[in-house]
């Protein structure tokens, strides 16, 4: 066993009904990491992170958490575990009725003890870490995709999560919004020491930020690599591992 393993997957498979989308998933993610899950289209990436995050079920196979066996708690303890996650989607999934400091207050109001004021503070303070402190009264529909996606992040750490998951976080946006959330990405990371998993296509954000990742292949439906991207592009031998890397360019 790695001590340093934050979550361990061992013998999943994940299924719709009878139709197996992956099966023999075995890959660590350590203490630190920033964690990429690839692979082509309909390989299961996001049904991969549903069941990270505990939205989802394994058809068979295990998910440890810190050592803890995940899906074997009880509802109530896998509530408490999920506590310590954080999440963001694609378009930010923020609420649009409510201002960003509304939207980042939610998750402190429903599941800890602290004042009014008390919070007020840390919703500042999330805001100003994610580079949007003065925007606290503004709507989600008044500001852009980059910086909805900052407010999603903001609300993804209110609670100070020690794993944060990232679905397409650099989806929509241009490449200097993109480099400057993987900029940001890198940040929180350092300030807040959370580990952190990606799903992702983008090979700049997987070349720039990631430190480990596992590889899905929808054709054999099973995981083909696993390990640092760069070493992956290094020494694999896999064509489809090499394909995806390189997005089929010579010489490399």
């Not at 960003?100 to 599941?111: Q, R």
């Not at 709507?139 to 944060?164: C, T």
């Not at 083909?224 to 089929?248: C, M, Q, W, Y």
Request: with cysteine.
């Amino acid at each position: 066993m790695n001590a340093k393993a934050h979550i361990r997957v061992r013998g999943l498979t994940m299924a719709y009904g009878g139709f197996v989308l992956m099966r023999g998933l075995n890959f660590d993610i350590n203490h630190g990491d920033i964690f990429v899950i690839m692979g082509g289209s309909g390989c299961g990436k996001s049904t991969l992170m549903k069941i990270l995050i505990g939205l989802k079920p394994p058809a068979a196979g295990e998910v440890f958490i810190d050592d803890v066996n995940f899906w074997r708690l009880d509802e109530s303890r896998r509530s408490d575990i999920m506590k310590h996650i954080g999440v963001t989607y694609q378009n930010g999934a923020l609420w649009s009725a409510m201002t960003l400091a509304e939207n980042v207050a939610l998750p402190l109001e429903e599941h800890t003890t602290l004042s009014a004021r008390q919070i007020h503070e840390l919703v500042s303070y999330k805001l100003s870490l994610v580079g949007l402190a003065g925007f606290e009264d503004y709507y989600p529909a008044e500001i852009s995709g980059g910086m909805r996606k900052r407010a999603g992040l903001a609300r993804a750490i209110a609670l100070d999560p020690e794993i944060v998951f990232f679905d397409e976080p650099s989806a929509g946006l241009d490449p200097i919004s993109s480099r400057s959330l993987d900029d940001l990405i890198l940040e929180i990371r350092e300030s807040l020491g959370t580990t952190v998993v990606l799903v992702t296509h983008e090979l700049p954000s997987i070349f720039a930020i990631a430190t480990n990742s596992v590889f899905l292949d929808p054709d054999s439906r099973t995981m083909i690599a696993s390990g640092d991207p760069h070493r992956l592009l290094a020494e694999s031998t896999n064509s489809k591992v090499r394909l995806f890397l390189t997005r089929g360019e010579k010489n490399v």
